[in-house]
């Protein structure tokens, strides 16, 4: 089977963390590569992986997405060796890239006498995002395969690519593929002004959207996710990089090195990046942003820690059956997960990932592969992060390596037109061991109006910040039910943190007296979830050592423990523990204490800690003595 070609022996003296070398990476290249091989389609145009259904785009986009995300793979396996390609890579995508262009066609599905035409690239079609990795793919093989094309193929191949020059993108990170189309057309000469004039409205269009301090939104106001790294940053430092662009390097180096600081703290000891947005079957594409940083010289991690991310974030999915009995990856987080799936994935979508093997571009002399791993800021200290610009607050602890992102700024909500709550932006946290679960309310505080829960909707950050040794975030938002906002109605949230603790307060505006409300907690997977409630306090202990706690500490009346229906990413089971009350007044304030850790040593009881609220804001006693005062932001 591909997938059990050989990996080599673990070397835990330069690699103490995961074990894994850059024989490793180029290992698990292979084995991806070989998986895919059996799925070709005549002449190597479309490679259809088997699937239980196919995107919204229909097969024969799935097809050309096989072929060119698997492309890009080959093409960073072989331009890190040198253009040393045994097993004859390029010469099948040559084939390919000879046979797709051949006739483009508008058709979706694919028809008995047409089984090699990629589709035409049109306004806002899947080929256009498609067309980028195939154009990444020839910019890095250029001297072994581009180079070597037939005259016709080259004419026929550039004209397909530079339709992606012509065409309207999504209005979103899409506008970086016309980018990186024309970055390799200006390269070899064709439609040179179309290019050029792309890869400047490229940028220009996502410097609307930056947000300062290395984060962007992508396109929406508060869409902030997992493409800040695999798309927003990755393909102008990429660009910059393989034009060797002194200007370009300075400006998105520089944002660059800003969002590393940043991202570095989302990954988990076990490897695991935070489980937050869309798109999360791209799994360790996370990693694709830490070796861009080493590629272009602006990261603040040293070389050690870089690998030591990258090679976690591999390994933890690997390890974890993202590729099936076949050697395919799946679409999913651990295994297949159709909740987490968007309708634009199709089977070959999760090769996405293929930008987290970026690493194998920098030379095996390379500090990131010579020098030790050294830990990663997960693992190094206990920290509380307060993160402006996307609203966010991070919150990690080494004894356990566990991340928690406490959500006030991601809501992926248009800017004109509300729509229903997605649960992977709109839980006020995420972490790298749970995952959100539809119906279970995890993360989410609602007004229940005819007993059903409110929606978040479009978030307002209000800020976000330390305090001592303690740090915090907050944010309000419009309570929405059956679509519309409830009328004169605001919730102001804050989240403050220390250690393993969070305290959560809200304060609600406007709601008649008596108005139930209902704050859910973490969700925690296990095979049988152990669960008590005594009162207002509910705990849960799960898989690996996993353990939640969520306590009232002010204005609740009842605490409950529900199952989640079908799980999370995490597993098939889950439990969430509630609280419930009613609101006091027409301003009533509600804060609890929130616990989750995988701690191996006992933490101070979440009973000792207290909080204490004023008119203007609140005084907190944290299980280990520490205090922390603080002034209640004002509602937006």
């Known amino acids: 089977m591909p997938h059990l070609l050989p990996l080599p022996p673990e070397d835990r003296a330069l690699s103490p963390h995961t074990g894994w070398t850059r024989a490793h990476w180029e290992a698990a290249a292979d084995r991806l590569l070989a998986a895919v091989r059996p799925y070709a389609g005549p002449a190597d145009a479309l490679i259809n992986l088997p699937g239980a259904r196919p995107s919204w785009s229909g ?32 010469e099948r995508y040559a084939a390919g890239l000879a046979a797709g262009t051949r006739t ?30 195939v154009a990444i793919g020839l910019r890095l093989t250029r001297r072994w395969l581009w180079d070597r094309l037939d005259p016709a193929v080259q004419e026929r191949a550039g004209a397909w690519l530079a339709q992606a020059l012509h065409r309207r993108p999504v209005d979103n990170n899409w506008w970086l593929f016309p980018l990186t189309v024309g970055g390799f057309l200006a390269e070899v000469g064709i439609d040179t002004d179309a290019a050029n004039a792309a890869i400047d409205r490229g940028l220009e269009r996502i410097d609307r959207w930056y947000l300062g301090d290395g984060w962007y939104t992508d396109g929406r106001p508060r869409a902030i996710d997992h493409y800040n790294g695999w798309a927003l940053h990755l393909y102008p430092a990429l660009h910059a990089h393989l034009a060797a662009d002194p200007a370009l390097t300075a400006r ?22 935070v489980h937050q947005g869309r798109s999360l079957s791209y799994r360790f594409a996370a990693a694709a942003p830490l070796w861009a940083g080493a590629l272009l010289g602006t990261t603040p991690l040293a070389p050690g820690t870089t690998r030591r991310l990258a090679s976690g974030a591999l390994r933890y999915f690997l390890d974890r059956g993202a590729v099936d009995e076949r050697g395919l990856l799946t679409l999913g987080w651990h295994g ?31 500090p990131v592969w010579t020098d030790p ?43 004109d037109a509300p729509v229903a709550d997605d649960p992977l932006y709109s839980r006020l946290a995420h972490s790298t061991r ?31 910040g330390r305090a001592g040794a303690a740090a915090w975030a907050a944010s309000s938002h419009r309570p929405r039910h059956a679509g519309a906002e409830l009328p004169g109605v605001t919730v102001t949230s804050l989240t403050v943190v220390h250690g393993a603790d969070e305290v959560r307060v809200h304060r609600v505006d406007g709601a008649a007296p008596g108005t139930a409300v209902r704050e859910g907690g973490w969700a925690v997977t296990g095979a049988a979830p152990a669960t008590a409630v005594a009162g207002t306090h509910a705990r849960i202990t799960g898989d690996d050592r996993l353990h939640t706690e969520l306590r009232a500490l002010h204005g609740w009346s009842t605490a409950a423990v529900s199952p ?25 304030v509600l804060a609890t204490a929130a616990r989750l850790t995988a701690s191996p040593d006992p933490l101070p009881p979440l009973t000792a800690l207290a909080v204490a609220l004023a008119d203007h804001g609140l005084a907190i006693t944290w299980p280990d003595g520490t205090t922390t005062d603080l002034a209640f932001p004002p509602a937006s």
Do not use: K
């Open 59 to 90: 097969h024969r986009s799935d097809g050309l997405e096989g072929y060119a995300r698997t492309f890009l793979l080959a093409a960073i396996r072989v331009a890190g060796a040198d253009g040393d390609d045994p097993t004859g890579l390029l």
């Open 104 to 133: 483009p066609t508008a058709e979706r599905d694919l028809a008995d006498g047409d089984l090699t035409s990629w589709g035409a690239v049109t306004d806002r079609g899947q080929p256009m995002v498609e067309a980028a990795s």
């Open 252 to 273: 998105y180096g520089a944002r660059l090195h800003a969002y590393l600081a940043d991202c570095s703290r989302l990954f988990d000891a076990t490897g695991a990046p």
């Open 336 to 366: 297949p997960y159709p909740p987490i799936v968007q309708p634009y994935s199709g089977p070959a979508s999760p090769y996405w990932a293929s930008g987290g093997f970026l690493g194998l571009l920098l030379p095996p002399e390379h």
């Open 373 to 415: 791993e050294t830990p990663s800021p997960a693992e190094a200290a206990d920290a509380v992060t307060p993160l402006p610009a996307p609203g966010w607050l991070v919150q990690s602890t080494a004894a356990d390596g566990l991340v928690r992102l406490h959500n006030h700024g991601s809501d992926d909500q248009p800017a």
């Open 434 to 464: 749970t995952g959100p679960n539809a119906a279970a309310g995890d993360n989410h505080f609602a007004l229940l109006v005819g007993g059903e829960p409110t929606e978040r909707g479009p978030v307002t950050p209000l800020g976000a």
């Open 564 to 588: 989640a229906p079908d799980g999370t990413a995490f597993g098939p089971t889950a439990a969430v523990a509630h609280l419930h009350g009613a609101l006091a007044g027409r301003t009533a």
